[in-house]
């Protein structure tokens, strides 16, 4: 595995862990809104061929209360 693959893929596995930890019980949750921001914006780009060709995350349907 890439090095750059080994760095997205252990980053997105502890966003995982993370989230995991938020939802059990007497969870910090002040810790989790430390750390889950800090991390997600640490995560690397994502390795080629990862997601198809042509491929636009900003493209797609617009969800109920979310903005765009």
Known sequence: MCPD???FARTVV???QLALYA???GADLDFVDT???SLAVSLPEPPPGLFPPGYN???GPEY???ER
């Open 5 to 7: 693959c080994e760095d």
């Open 14 to 16: 502890m966003l995982g």
């Open 23 to 25: 939802d059990t019980t």
């Open 35 to 37: 750390i889950g921001p």
């Open 57 to 59: 995350p900003t493209e």
């Open 64 to 66: 109920p209360g979310g």
